[in-house]
DNA sequence: CGTTTCATTGAGTGCGATCAAGCCGTGTGG
DNA sequence: CCACACGGCTTGATCGCACTCAATGAAACG
């Protein structure tokens, strides 16, 4: 019996609707494409469902009023997002590069197989530490501190030598709260301290690992 | 519900226990009180146990191997604390009042009762939405505006007219990601625009919530 | 090849940190 | 009861880091 009915499926995306691809008829969940910059779901929209990275990166933004951007979390194959305990998205979604991705009918999945459960508190729980974490790298540390402890960051979840950042200049600003020019610079003055180097400026490689360890404690 | 309901507290007391509980008490956990600037726990301490505030306030901090000193949240009676996923506490916390406190075993909570279970999901799940929220706020707000939203904040959780501050002003800073000069000037100017007032350094009252909501969007 | 978008670099400004006094409530001992 | 010390809070003066504004450089794209 199929979790998802295939309504749900047309929901996403709007116009140029996501493909279905293939779902095994024992599968919890369905699997869904998502092409680059697609909006997975949007911000205040209904909150039912609960998504998992296949493959692809995820990004989450939040719109304030006054139109300051802000990026909540960049998500990486196997881990959860859309996490939440209200009725509707405080974030939105959108596809950083193209991905697939699982969806999981959020209720039934909570209140369903203990064990699933135990594994969506599991990622709730980490999600908590990660964003405990970013608290105090927004609140107590410097702009070369921030950019250094998001590269190593980086380079630990998207392993690959070199490491590739999927997103540009101005999600790594929103996501450490800072601006596209103090990125950049503090990039620049990473290099110039032969702690990475670039050779795109989606490409790096981490030299002294053990010194940008040491800088964040 | 009831085993873990805000009126818990009855179950223990020896005084008329109106509940049913369908479960022996030693399975819930045990009451404990601290004096005001008790620790609870201490970081890097083994965490098997988990926490909830019954009365009094609670507040968690860290150490950075700098000295920078990082507040992780306060805790008014009703809510969880100490929950996570590893093995060690990445926070200590003590008791910024006279505390009550109930103490559970965190394998037997997670491991039970489905609906405990749930409850724990959903604690933990409400302490990311305040880390998401409070990310927004030190990545993306000015000073005035971070002291501006933690006096709403304060106000929401400990209602009572005048309003009672528990922390002192180092708290608030280290919780901010400010100092205590900026946080003391911050609350001089909010009561200069009529926005607050205060009777105390530890009591307030809030004047024009209306402008203070629209600040934060 | 022109256009657009993104990244980098430079110059100047401002917000919040730092350093340094005062101020005030509280407690303690004479 | 006052004198005094102590810690927490407030206020002032100055400094520096990160923001803003502006221009240039470098890719991506039609």
């Not at 540390?141 to 979840?157: M, N, P, Q, S, Y």
């Not at 996501?175 to 490409?203: K, W």
């Amino acid at each position: 019996m199929s979790l998802l009915g295939p309504h749900v499926v047309q929901t996403f995306g709007g116009g140029a609707a996501p493909v279905a691809v293939d779902r095994p008829p024992g599968e919890v969940g369905a699997r869904l494409r998502f092409p680059r910059d697609e909006e997975i779901f949007a911000q205040d929209e209904e909150a039912d469902l609960l998504y998992r990275v296949i493959c692809g990166v995820v990004r989450t933004t939040r719109l304030a009023n006054d139109g300051r951007r802000h990026v909540g979390d960049f998500y990486y194959p196997g881990e959860f997002f859309g996490l939440q305990r209200g009725e509707t998205h405080r974030f939105s979604a959108e596809a950083l590069t193209d991905c697939e991705v699982l969806v999981l009918r959020r209720a039934r999945a909570i209140d369903g197989d203990p064990v699933v459960q135990r594994l969506i508190w599991e990622a709730t729980s980490q999600e908590l530490e990660r964003a405990r974490e970013r608290l105090m790298l927004l609140g107590r540390r410097t702009a070369f501190e921030r950019v250094a402890g998001f590269l190593l960051d980086a380079a630990g979840r998207a392993d690959g030598d070199p490491v590739e950042l999927p997103m540009g200049r101005q999600d790594i600003a929103d996501y450490l709260g800072l601006t596209v020019e103090t990125v950049s610079r503090m990039i620049t003055q990473l290099q110039a301290d032969g702690a990475v180097t670039f050779l795109d400026c989606r490409h790096f490689r981490i030299l002294r690992r053990a010194a940008l360890a040491q800088l964040l404690g």
